[in-house]
């Protein structure tokens, strides 16, 4: 594009990217939300409990793997548990 050159590219650039920084964060939301609802009625469909929070306990039930004792904020979302059982 040829701007004139009184133009303020700068601000306009700048608006532009707080834009598309606003839009990827409201997308992102809604991702998340939809993945939570459709894992929950995973859960519910298999006769499972869903947990959407953070499960700290996660790296201690599987310490055995030991890339899960790496790195800040160890914990697992979305968590589906229970017993399942194919003749549900």
Request: aromatic share 8%; proline share 3%; hydrophobic share 40%.
């Given at each position: 594009m040829n701007f004139p050159s009184n133009f303020p590219s700068g601000p306009v650039?700048?608006?532009?990217?707080?834009?598309?920084?606003?839009a990827a964060g409201i997308y992102g939301s809604i991702v998340?939300?939809?993945?939570r609802e459709e894992l929950f009625e995973l859960a519910q469909r298999?006769?499972?409990?869903?947990?959407?929070?953070?499960?700290?306990?996660?790296p201690c039930h599987f310490d055995f793997l030991k890339q899960l004792d790496?790195?800040?904020?160890?914990?697992?979302?979305n968590v589906i548990s229970g017993i399942f059982s194919q003749n549900t």
């Open positions: 650039i700048v608006v532009l990217f707080v834009g598309m920084m606003v998340q939300r939809k993945r298999l006769g499972l409990d869903f947990n959407p929070g953070h499960d700290e306990g996660i790496k790195g800040d904020n160890r914990y697992a979302t």
